[in-house]
């Protein structure tokens, strides 16, 4: 069975930073073509990031510039670096198996709250 | 970047009739590359369809996608009352962004 597994969320300050991680289990993470999803309390689904097996990243222009995504093979786990948060960053964060391929397996997501 | 309009925003139904869902792109969307996924409060979203017309695994027939070009279709024949949720259609692919239409809730009516 395919898990995805998020964390690293939290109540953060505007201007801080936060790095989440989303490890897997049933499927090499690392391999794969990953991405960020979030959702604002209320809100609709907002692609955020992807990293395709060769290690391209792409980001939304409503993060571009402030987040980072990356991969450590040796932990199989991805990494998304949140600089500069501000309030319209709050949301669940999910982390799931797609971008060039359909978004097949999610994680159940991280809460990130950007408040002062 | 693709601009998905979905419609309804909302659709109110009852148990056993048919809901039918629209998925409108700003631009001309490879069939290949459009999925629709549903999600309930407090969970992640379920993939459904994939390729416009491909039922994800398990995923009941009474589900079903089409569409192409610009306009795309989710029909969900005899609504069973797991059904009511919110869906999404999103398009994915070679070329980020991948957004997505804003919802449509389905409702019990």
């Known amino acids: 069975e395919v898990q995805l597994v998020e964390s690293g969320g939290g109540l953060i300050q505007p201007g801080g930073s936060l790095r989440l991680s989303c490890a897997g289990s049933g499927l090499t993470v690392t391999h794969n073509y990953m991405s960020w999803v979030r959702q604002a309390p209320g809100k609709g689904l907002e692609w955020v990031s992807v990293i395709y097996s060769d290690g391209v990243t792409f980001y939304a222009d409503s993060v571009k510039g402030r987040f980072t995504l990356s991969r450590d093979t040796s932990k199989d786990t991805l990494y998304l670096q949140m600089n500069g948060l501000r309030a319209d960053d709050t949301a669940v964060y999910y982390c799931a198996r797609g971008g060039w391929y359909r978004f097949d397996y999610w994680g159940q997501g991280t809460l990130v709250t950007v408040s002062s | 970047e693709i601009v998905l309009t979905q419609s309804p925003g909302t659709l109110s139904l009852s148990p056993g009739e048919r809901a039918t869902l629209s998925c409108r792109a700003s631009?001309?969307?490879?069939?290949?590359?459009l999925a629709w996924y549903q999600q309930k409060p407090g969970q992640a979203p379920r993939l459904l369809i994939w390729g416009a017309s491909n039922r994800a695994t398990g995923i009941p027939n009474r589900f079903s996608g089409s569409g192409s070009g610009t306009d795309f279709t989710l029909t969900i024949t005899r609504l069973e009352p797991e059904d009511f949720a919110v869906y999404y259609c999103q398009h994915y692919g070679n070329s980020p962004p991948y957004t997505f239409g804003q919802g449509t809730k389905l409702e019990i009516k």
């Open positions: 631009q001309s969307v490879s069939s290949s590359y």
